[in-house]
T-cell receptor, first 115, second 119 residues
Framework: DAKTTQPPSMDCAEGRAANLPCNHS???????VYWYRQIHSQGPQYIIH???NNETNEMASLIITEDRKSSTLILPHATLRDTAVYYC????????????????FGKGTLLTVNP | DVKVTQSSRYLVKRTGEKVFLECVQD?????MFWYRQDPGLGLRLIYF???????EKGDIPEGYSVSREKKERFSLILESASTNQTSMYLC??????????????????FGAGSRLTVL
């Protein structure tokens, strides 16, 4: 499995863009990058995923470098409700084969959005 | 709205008790997962299942077992609860991509969590 490295914490001012980095230098060619977040006392929530092209949805944008060794999750206008732990995950294929997969979560980045 | 429902939000059990944590999903997902979450350790995968009656060990299966008799239900069992199993338990589900394709599967939907305290 490709490992990911994220800073343990970041701060962002309300209304500004939050840029959360993730390093995944051992990622292989067919592995996707997923981002989830977990607001306090809730289960994690899916945000976005991508392979090699930049992706955007209603929640965020995902920028993946050309060599795919790192990525950045961008929340364009952070609000107080975006305060959460953000997880960057690389999909792992089950060793037992088949078309099923599992995700392994690391410790993530605690993003604090300040008023 | 799609949902993963965990039967109990909070449980308090005594050491040595048998504990059942139930999880039900209404999305017809093939895959179901049990994680535990502890401060400073993040989410750790206990067991997962990719089909009815199928199960695979995750990263920390010791002290746990699981049951998947029906597609929509995945149970986590603590045969003899111990204090080091005090934790937040999270259930999740996902669908399986079509063979040869990958269209956004592995998007996990999580339940709200079950906070277990073992005294």
């Amino acid at each position: 499995d490709a490992k990911t490295t994220q800073p343990p914490s970041m701060d962002c001012a309300e209304g500004r863009a939050a840029n959360l980095p993730c390093n995944h230098s051992t990622i292989s060619g067919n592995e996707y990058v997923y981002w989830y977040r977990q607001i306090h006392s809730q289960g994690p929530q899916y945000i976005i995923h991508g392979l090699k092209n930049n992706e955007t949805n209603e929640m965020a944008s995902l920028i993946i470098t050309e060599d795919r060794k790192s990525s950045t999750l961008i929340l364009p206008h952070a609000t107080l409700r975006d305060t959460a732990v953000y997880y960057c995950i690389v999909r792992a294929r089950l060793d037992s084969g088949g078309s099923n997969y599992k995700l392994t979560f690391g410790k993530g980045t605690l993003l604090t959005v300040n008023p | 709205d799609v949902k993963v429902t965990q039967s109990s939000r909070y449980l308090v059990k005594r050491t040595g008790e048998k504990v059942f944590l139930e999880c039900v999903q209404d999305m017809d997902h093939e895959n179901m997962f049990w994680y535990r979450q502890d401060p400073g350790l993040g989410l750790r995968l206990i067991y997962f299942s990719y089909d009815v009656k199928m199960k695979e060990k995750g990263d920390i299966p010791e002290g746990y077992s699981v049951s998947r008799e029906k597609k929509e239900r995945f149970s986590l069992i603590l045969e003899s609860a111990s204090t080091n199993q005090t934790s937040m338990y999270l259930c999740a589900s996902s669908f399986t991509p079509l063979a040869g394709g990958f269209s956004g599967a592995n998007v996990l939907t999580f339940g709200a969590g079950s906070r277990l305290t073992v005294l």
